[in-house]
Antibody, heavy 123, light 107 residues
Framework: QLQLHESGPGLVKPSETLSLTCSVS??????????WGWIRQPPGKGLEWIGT???????YYNPSLKRRLTISVETSKNQFSLRLSSVTAADTAVYYC???????????????WGQGTLVTVSS | IVLTQSPGTLSLSPGEGATLSCRAS???????LAWYLQKPGQAPRLLIY???TRATGIPDRFSGSGSGTDFTLTISRLEPEDFAVYYC?????????FGQGTKVEIK
């Protein structure tokens, strides 16, 4: 059974870089059948797609975050990671990692999610 | 593409039916339209993909329909565990978009 688990600091200072890792078990980040993605949810608000990565390293970013965002995959560790630079209070959110179906039809939906991790930006 | 969900909040009683709307700002491919359910304190869960296909383990009281710009999630008879927030989501041109959500609350 696929499991995804987000890890990283729960508190980040303004202007610093937020770094999170998603560890995957029960599945492989090197599979050609899936994308891997990050989604966030500010407290009391809706879902915002952050970005998506394929095992080849190809990335797709939310244009509103692209300038500050880096998503990478480490297939040898079965992990993928998120780095968001120059954070402000507006980046405070629960951050989720998820798997996306990318083969067949229908596709490009998030079929499995991590539990999420709250990241607070504050001095 | 902007996805607009309505209503923002739906107040219903258990056993009643619910109809949730997701409207796209331009015509979209229904193959790439999905619905999710999120309960308080939990991660979202996939309900429907390809606009009308139920995900594994989703009961048949949930159904999805629609095409073009208008999509609907219907819950035939609300069970207590169905009171939650529902999101639609779409993919196009390497961009994924979520609607703002509809909260289904107990009346």
């Amino acid at each position: 059974q696929l499991q995804l688990h987000e890890s990283g600091p729960g508190l980040v200072k303004p202007s610093e870089t937020l770094s999170l890792t998603c560890s995957v078990s029960g599945g492989s980040t090197s599979s050609s059948s899936y994308f891997w993605g990050w989604i966030r949810q500010p407290p009391g608000k809706g879902l915002e797609w952050i970005g998506t990565i394929y095992y080849t390293g190809n990335t797709y970013y939310n244009p509103s975050l692209k300038r500050r965002l880096t998503i990478s995959v480490e297939t040898s560790k079965n992990q993928f990671s998120l780095r968001l630079s120059s954070v402000t209070a507006a980046d405070t959110a629960v951050y989720y990692c998820a798997r996306l179906i990318q083969t067949g039809s229908p596709r490009y939906y998030f079929d499995s999610w991590g539990q999420g991790t709250l990241v607070t930006v504050s001095s | 593409i902007v996805l607009t969900q309505s209503p923002g909040t739906l107040s219903l009683s258990p056993g009643e039916g619910a109809t949730l709307s997701c409207r796209a700002s331009q015509s979209v491919d229904s193959t790439f339209l999905a619905w999710y359910l999120q309960k308080p304190g939990q991660a979202p869960r996939l309900l429907i993909y390809g606009a009308s296909t139920r995900a594994t383990g989703i009961p048949d009281r949930f159904s999805g329909s629609g095409s073009g710009t208008d999509f609907t999630l219907t819950i035939s008879r609300l069970e207590p565990e169905d009171f939650a927030v529902y999101y639609c989501q779409h993919y196009r041109s390497s961009l994924w978009t979520f609607g703002q959500g509809t909260k289904v609350e107990i009346k």
